[in-house]
């Protein structure tokens, strides 16, 4: 497949380079404004945008526009709707976009997750436009990034809060750089970079596993022959039939304005990783959504299917997004680069000092804006971050802060060439810490790095915990610094404040020991082992003030995404279960009963001929056995599964979907992959670990 990035770059969005192209000037430097700077949209101007932005998809092949929006279900949604208009008297027909059209839509609220925001006769809510990411078009029709509320004005989305995070960092983010006194920045803007981690099947062979398709994870399946031991996966070669969607979706993507950048292949086999350059925070969380999208689509024209859990296999590494996090001001400064002697650069160490201070103070916020029932697999093993917060600055950097903390000066960096000992190899300065992957928040060079979010969801949830909580920490530190003269001595009281109350959240070693748990215990940070658990964290009062003060979420809004996330936490275990048992009876069961009747006919016949098989009764049996040991195990998960719906309380019942009902889950599992071993594989009723992850 042959292309030109710069000519096919951007070609479906309705980008800066097309406004500045269509629009009048004036219309141009006041919407550019607004995206810019967060200024308020001038009125006048949106019937001349809404009439450039119409003209402009006709020409890319629209028929319709949409006012694309993200419900608090992880995915996106939106109505279409034709450009076309009828006239009265001669039949014909216009095409017309009003600027009323573009700026307001209409969805019914009820209809999406609303936590009690909305009673199911209260239908009434608004899609609002959101200027600041780009229209695009995608098969025929003109997205329109937009806003969700109700009719009341709540916040039934992803991008509503997440923008009015965006607000509260860089009002409180100006506010403390005016405290020491540059006066030149107007804004300072969240910018993320988001890796997502993904799994390819072949398409025939997922239509084949209910699991999958209804689930999107494996609820049965043995520990195939060859998994990850031999290391041969990671940035190896790429597959003909997997390179091909590779190209595929880049040229997709980049028609789109997503700057998709980097592709290769994860740890584990049918693993890959596609991740996008930087942008602002809300962008970032479209581009997600889109790529997301995307990826499913494509695959399947490619024969693949995309698997976006975070665990899809057993015994197999899950699948994140890792979500990179970074400050820059309009003034073009990026606030977490250190510059060549971070020890003499206070601002910076101020900066890293917010961090440490909201990343301790409201750990248990940010592991539930990376909670999910999927991300429950995922989370403490070999291959992702525990479910305990803590934060990785490298040696160097913690010695600055506990030196400054001490009243002692601190250590200068000495660079180092890194020399390989090959004269024909070019030398290079060597970074000055190691990367430590097991961290779950780690700093690496100029940002930070959350790695718990899950693959399958929403970046947004995460932007808006870390947003607000830098506000806080923002508005903390300018607090103080606007009292004093000596602007620099009480930045070295600020950073010995944070070192005494908040150091115990550094943590440079490897997270995935036992001994990091027992220490993390010994530390007091909260442990909290399940989703379940860390949705609770949303009725603690602290935290309710924290995004109220902030104004990202009202105490009803937060009320409301709690339960909207323990409903979604049991419907999803309450699907698996259902999937779980469907199998079993309907496949599983079935298939070895056959299984069984062919091998009592085998050794009927060979025990007619005077011969007495030892080896081939004894495996009847054990499959027998089986079969009665896993209808057992059926009967118990039905029974335990019935009884969930006696919790009136959402909390306890998620509890319970978190402790019997996966426990049920695992034995019937268990139970299963083993005989899974041991059945002819021409009698096994689905396709195996190594058909789905070693037959692309």
């Not at 994860?266 to 996008?276: F, R, V, Y």
């Not at 073009?332 to 301790?360: I, S, T």
């Not at 009281?493 to 993390?520: F, L, P």
Request: glycine share 6%; net charge negative.
């Amino acid at each position: 497949m042959k292309m030109n990035i710069e000519e096919i770059f951007g070609i479906r969005a309705f980008d800066d380079a097309a406004m500045k192209k269509r629009l009048p000037k004036r219309v141009y430097e006041s919407l550019s404004r607004t995206r810019r700077l967060g200024e308020n949209l001038d009125p006048s101007i949106a019937d001349v945008v809404a009439c450039a932005m119409k003209d402009w998809a006709i020409e890319q092949g629209a028929t319709h526009y949409s006012h694309w929006f993200q419900p608090m279900n992880n995915f996106t949604a939106g109505k279409h709707d034709a450009f076309l208009s009828t006239t009265d008297g001669d039949g014909r027909i216009s095409l017309e976009f009003s600027s009323k059209a573009l700026i307001r839509g209409e969805a019914d609220s009820s209809s999406f997750p609303s936590g009690g925001l909305r009673a199911t006769f209260e239908a009434r809510g608004y899609t609002t436009w959101d200027p600041t990411s780009p229209a695009f078009v995608r098969d025929g029709t003109l997205f329109i990034p937009t806003a969700f509320c109700s009719y009341n004005g709540e916040a039934l989305d992803a991008k509503t809060p997440l923008l009015r995070s965006m607000q509260a960092v860089s009002r409180e983010g100006v506010r403390l750089l005016r405290a020491l006194g540059n006066d030149t920045v107007s804004k300072v803007t969240p910018m993320v970079g988001a890796e997502q981690e993904y799994f390819l099947v072949d398409y025939n062979l997922y239509n084949q596993r209910l699991d999958l398709k209804i689930c999107g994870r494996t609820l049965f399946g043995a520990k195939p022959s060859k998994g990850q031991e031999l290391d041969d996966h990671y940035c190896g070669r790429i597959r003909i039939r997997v390179g091909e969607f590779m190209q595929d979706l880049d040229k997709n993507l980049w028609e789109m304005g997503i700057a998709s950048k980097t592709k290769h292949n994860e740890a584990a086999p049918a693993q890959h990783e596609l991740a996008p350059e930087y942008s602002t925070a809300n962008i970032a969380c479209d581009h997600n959504q889109l790529i997301m999208e995307t990826m499913r689509t494509i695959s399947k024209k490619h024969g693949l299917a995309c698997l976006l859990h975070e665990k899809p296999f057993a015994n197999i590494n899950g699948s994140g997004k890792h979500n990179n996090y970074s400050l820059c001001t309009d003034t073009g400064e990026n606030l977490l680069k250190p510059g060549k002697n971070p020890e003499n650069n206070l601002q910076f160490l101020l900066v890293l000092c917010a961090f440490l201070r909201g990343v301790d103070l409201y750990a248990d916020l940010l592991r539930m804006s990376a909670a999910c029932a999927g991300n429950d697999h995922r989370l403490g093993g070999c291959e992702a971050p525990p479910p305990i917060i803590s934060m990785f600055l490298g040696n160097h950097l913690t010695s600055i802060l506990q030196n400054i903390a001490k009243g002692d000066s601190p250590d200068s960096i000495v660079h180092q060439e890194m020399d390989i000992g090959v004269d024909a190899i070019p030398s290079f300065t060597k970074d000055e810490t190691d990367r430590n992957r097991t961290s779950p928040f780690a700093f690496t060079g100029n940002k930070f790095e959350f790695r718990m979010v899950g693959s399958s969801q929403s970046l947004a949830y995460s932007e808006v915990v870390l947003n607000t909580i830098l506000a806080d920490s923002f508005h903390a530190f300018a607090e103080r610094l606007e009292q004093v003269e000596d602007t620099d001595e009480e930045i070295r009281n600020i950073i010995r404040d944070t070192m005494h109350e908040h150091g115990r959240i550094i943590y440079n070693g490897n997270n995935y020991s036992q001994t990091w748990v027992e220490e993390a215990i010994r530390r007091g940070l909260p442990i909290l082992r399940t989703s379940a658990e860390a949705f609770r964290t949303l009725t603690d009062p602290k935290n309710i003030q924290l995004f109220d003060q902030y104004r990202v979420f009202s105490p009803k809004e937060t009320a409301a995404r709690y339960e909207i996330q323990l409903e979604n936490y049991i419907h999803v275990i309450q699907i698996e279960a259902s999937t779980m048992l469907e199998i079993a009876k309907r496949q599983i069961i079935p298939s070895c009963i056959k299984y069984s009747g062919k091998i009592a006919q085998s050794l009927h016949e060979i025990s007619a001929c005077g011969m007495t098989p030892k080896r081939i009764q004894n495996h009847l049996e054990t499959v027998t056995e089986s079969v009665e040991s896993i209808m057992a195990l059926t009967d118990e998960l039905e029974s335990a599964l019935n009884r969930s719906g006696s919790f009136e309380d959402l909390y306890q019942r998620a509890q319970y979907m978190a402790g019997e009902i996966s426990e049920a889950m695992s034995r019937l599992r268990a139970r299963c992959d083993a005989l899974e071993t041991i059945v002819d594989q021409k009698d096994w009723p689905m396709p195996t670990y190594t058909d789905l992850l070693h037959r692309i």
